[in-house]
T-cell receptor, first 114, second 113 residues
Framework: SAVISQKPSRDICQRGTSLTIQCQVD?????MFWYRQQPGQSLTLIAT?????????ESGFVIDKFPISRPNLTFSTLTVSNMSPEDSSIYLC???????????FGEGSWLTVV | GENVEQHPSTLSVQEGDSAVIKCTYS??????FPWYKQELGKGPQLIID?????GEKKDQRIAVTLNKTAKHFSLHITETQPEDSAVYFC????????????FGSGTQLTVLP
């Protein structure tokens, strides 16, 4: 497995502001993903963070709202822009190990927008 | 699009009894089926997984079975303990996806002492 660290672990944000979440992995990984988990709900993939190129976004998620950086093979950031209360969620970083066959998650960043 | 359905949404069992959670998937070419346990305030923890070339896998009190013909897979927990109480998510990786997972809706398991 891998140690996946996310910062912040929890935050309360003002409406209209932006917040950047960091994800650090203790080993080099090719594939990193960002998921959203709304309160009491399942996990939904936001995007795949590609090293050296733009992220690949899923339907319903756009780069202007959720810009992603992937500067190297151990680190990625997700920014939640111009936040509204509907963005209150857990944001989860995940990585694919074992030649991409096994997916592990970080502990999540719990955001509340007021 | 690809879909994973999970049942039941809530499950209560007495300590020591078994618990079974079932998931069905839509893409017959799906090849990877993990199960995650999520405790309150924590991220999902991988507890067991199975690949499409295997019908059953067991790890101590936890087992997963896969029926490719019927396109469903199940999580079995035996001799349940209070610390098994959590939300359990099934997931599937669909053919053509770049390692992403599609998740079921989750099952809140409560083990009563």
């Amino acid at each position: 497995s891998a140690v996946i660290s996310q910062k912040p672990s929890r935050d309360i944000c003002q409406r209209g502001t932006s917040l950047t979440i960091q994800c650090q992995v203790d080993s080099q990984v090719t594939m990193m993903f960002w998921y959203r988990q709304q309160p009491g709900q399942s996990l939904t993939l936001i995007a795949t963070a590609n090293q050296g190129s733009e992220a690949t976004y899923e339907s319903g998620f756009v780069i202007d709202k959720f810009p992603i950086s992937r500067p190297n093979l151990t680190f990625s950031t997700l920014t939640v822009s111009n936040m509204s209360p509907e963005d209150s969620s857990i944001y989860l970083c995940s990585v694919a190990l074992d030649q991409g066959n096994t997916i592990y998650f970080g502990e999540g960043s719990w955001l509340t927008v007021v | 699009g690809e879909n994973v359905e999970q049942h039941p949404s809530t499950l209560s069992v007495q300590e020591g009894d078994s618990a079974v959670i079932k998931c069905t998937y839509s893409d017959s070419a799906s090849n990877y089926f993990p199960w995650y346990k999520q405790e309150l305030g924590k991220g999902p923890q991988l507890i067991i997984d199975i690949r499409s070339n295997v019908g059953e896998k067991k790890d101590q009190r936890i087992a997963v079975t896969l029926n490719k013909t019927a396109k469903h897979f199940s999580l079995h927990i035996t001799e349940t303990q209070p610390e098994d109480s959590a939300v359990y998510f099934c997931a599937a990786r669909f053919s053509g996806s770049a390692r992403q997972l599609t998740f079921g809706s989750g099952t809140q398991l409560t083990v009563l002492p």
